[in-house]
């Protein structure tokens, strides 16, 4: 039995990796010389096509095809033509025949001999440019043609059949060894270049025919071609100037060349000029040469990756926005949220644009959605799913938190297990460094709202978020609307209503009759109402505060109806129209003495300002 090399295991590595890059390789070769060899394709190739491939060549540029026939026309003016000759002779006879008066010479003379034939100049430049054309295409030809060859004899040589690792993994080394060597990529770049300027020597040798047998015609082709030029010096040059320019010509690489190799042979002879005579330049001169250095070896390849790596934050900032939004799938959509933690936390990503975090929230809301109202999704995978989510919040620097919590607001809460969830908001406040401490009053206000007379946990967090006695809740759950007044007071009063995300949890609160409520929360109402007007009217127009009011307002129109303190500018009919709702002076405070709170030990009153408006905008209308 034959025993492996204990080297076996890495040339076959080396041998199965370099199979899968040559395969590669020589497939970017193949492409190359067929594009050529379609383009120079000979005409008597394409009569062959049958079928579709009659109608492909027939679409197909055959440019040699198309120089030959037009060669074979302009040859003729390069030989004298019999016809000139004979006109000639012709017209010799002729006026011999009219003028009879004119004495016979006995020899011929020299006036009967044709002048010595001489081409016009614009056919000698016209043939010498389409031949030279017709032979550069063609050369072209021939050299893709030898090009699939190499590339079959390549993985021949490379990929033997049942032979042992080792020798597999040094044949293949040692030919691409060679491969570099004797730059055969260089060759591979120069066959399209040489097709180009094969076409554009071709369009020189036209423009010079054409004007010399009709200007018109002339100056038609010649506009077409002078744009032609531009966008192809355009398409050249971009790549240069432009790292991460998709359009590329074959010339691209021989002018980035050029742009090093010319600066690189001045610098050279200045600095063995300056090593002579002005020594203390030599090291400047030659620190400079060694950049053009590294510009001719490094070739637009590394350019374009140091291009990447200045851009690096952008680059990063489009993989992930990019990922997020083509997902649509929500279990492949769960993956790629639980990896972004680790992908910020990275050492190699760094300084991700804030636009591109805001793309980001967008799916994130649109999932934990989906998620928080399908009845296929369990509630435990509910709550780690959200944790995901607030796991990459957390992780923003723009104010995705803020979104996040305000389209959690918009939750169908009735149909949501939430219980579970509320003991994992409350858990969350640790987690998130006091983050979410603004937010969790408002979802757990949502939950107290939507859902009636829940389970325990339901009924843990209604105590906790009203702060009143199990007796009171239950003399709240059996007096009409009592809860959602109750829910609506303790919120207001305690949010930091300086936020946007104050005014969407009021506005996504059910709506209730205020009138069938207990009394003492109705005065408990009128409190509030004046702790928010006060602070509306030391604010400016428009400003949150100031909207609290216009949600909550027919609240306090329905309380206050035939009353001293009932509002006189809330006429819906011009209020709108006039903006007078979005102004503090609009909202009245209620002064009947009736309306005055007693009841403290029902609810908590906060006699406390709230935090003044000092925390950023969420960017939230």
């Known amino acids: ?50 079928g579709g491939d009659l109608l492909y060549a027939k679409q197909t540029t055959l440019f040699s095809a198309v120089v030959a026939v037009l060669v074979a026309v302009s040859v003729q003016d390069l030989r004298p033509n019999p016809q000139d000759t004979s006109s000639f002779y012709l017209e010799k006879l002729y006026q011999l025949q009219a003028d009879t008066n004119v004495p016979r010479p006995s020899t011929p003379s020299a006036m009967a001999t044709p002048p010595a034939f001489s081409p016009p100049r614009y056919a000698v430049w016209v043939n010498s440019l389409w031949f030279l054309s017709l032979v550069i295409s063609l050369s072209c030809a021939m050299l893709a043609t030898l090009l699939q060859q190499w590339s079959r004899r390549y993985l021949t040589i490379t990929q033997p059949a049942r032979c042992e690792p080792h020798k597999r993994a040094r044949a293949r080394a040692f030919f691409a060894i060679g491969v570099d060597k004797f730059h055969v990529s260089w060759v591979v770049e120069a066959l399209p270049a040489l097709v180009h300027l094969s076409l554009f020597i071709f369009f020189a040798g036209l423009l010079i025919y054409l004007f010399n047998i009709h200007h018109t015609v002339f100056k038609v082709v010649v506009c077409w071609v002078a744009l032609l030029t531009t966008v192809y010096g355009f398409i050249t040059f971009m790549p240069i100037f432009w790292h991460d320019s998709p359009y590329y010509s074959p010339l691209s690489t021989t002018l980035w060349f050029l742009l090093g190799i010319i600066p690189y042979a001045v610098l050279k002879g200045l600095e063995i000029i300056a090593r002579r005579y002005v020594s203390r330049f030599a090291y400047s001169i030659f620190l400079l040469r060694e950049r053009f250095g590294q510009w001719i070896s490094g070739g637009l390849e590394m350019a374009a990756e140091e291009a990447r790596w200045k851009r690096q934050s952008e680059i990063d900032g489009h993989i992930l926005g990019w990922t997020a939004n083509a997902l649509d799938e929500d279990d492949a959509l769960e993956r790629f949220i639980e990896m972004i933690p680790g992908f910020y936390k990275s050492d190699i990503v760094k300084d991700i644009p804030e636009s591109v975090e805001w793309s980001i929230v967008g799916p994130l809301a649109e999932f934990m959605d989906r998620t928080l109202e399908s009845n296929s999704v369990s509630g435990s995978d509910k709550t780690r799913r959200l944790a995901l989510c607030f796991d990459v919040v957390n992780e923003l620097r723009s104010d995705g938190l803020d979104y996040l919590f305000s389209c959690l607001v918009r939750v169908n809460w009735s149909g949501v297990e939430s219980g579970e969830i509320g003991y994992f908001l409350r858990s969350l406040d640790k987690s998130s460094k006091g983050r979410s401490t603004p937010f969790i009053p408002g979802i757990i206000a949502q939950i107290v709202a939507h859902v009636r007379e829940g389970d325990d946990l339901w009924t843990a967090h209604a105590l906790d978020h009203l702060g009143v006695q199990e007796d009171v809740l239950r003399n709240y759950l059996t007096q009409g609307d009592s809860l959602s007044l109750a829910n609506l007071i303790q ?78 500018a809330f006429s819906e009919d011009t209020a709108l129209s006039d903006n007078i709702l979005y102004q503090p002076s609009s909202y009245p405070l209620c002064n009947l003495p009736s309306h005055r709170s007693n009841n403290v030990h029902d609810l908590p009153v906060a006699e406390a300002t709230p935090p003044a408006a000092t925390s950023s905008s969420s960017g939230i209308p």
């Open 1 to 50: 039995m034959k025993v492996g090399h204990s080297s076996d295991p890495l040339f076959t590595m080396y041998a199965n990796f370099a199979e899968e890059e040559d395969k590669k390789m020589t497939k970017r070769w193949t492409k190359d010389a067929d594009g050529i060899i379609i383009f120079v394709r000979p005409l008597a190739e394409a009569n062959l096509c049958t």
């Open 491 to 568: 919120f207001t009063r305690h949010a930091d209503r300086s936020r946007s995300f104050a005014f969407f949890v009021v506005i996504n609160l059910p709506e209730f009759d205020i009138c069938n409520t207990l009394p003492e929360l109705q005065h408990d109402f009128c409190a509030m109402w004046n702790q928010v007007v006060q602070e509306a009217q030391s604010g400016d127009a428009n400003s949150r505060p100031v909207k609290i009011l216009h949600v909550i307002r027919h609240y306090y129109i329905a309380l206050h109806r035939g009353t001293g303190a009932a509002p006189t």
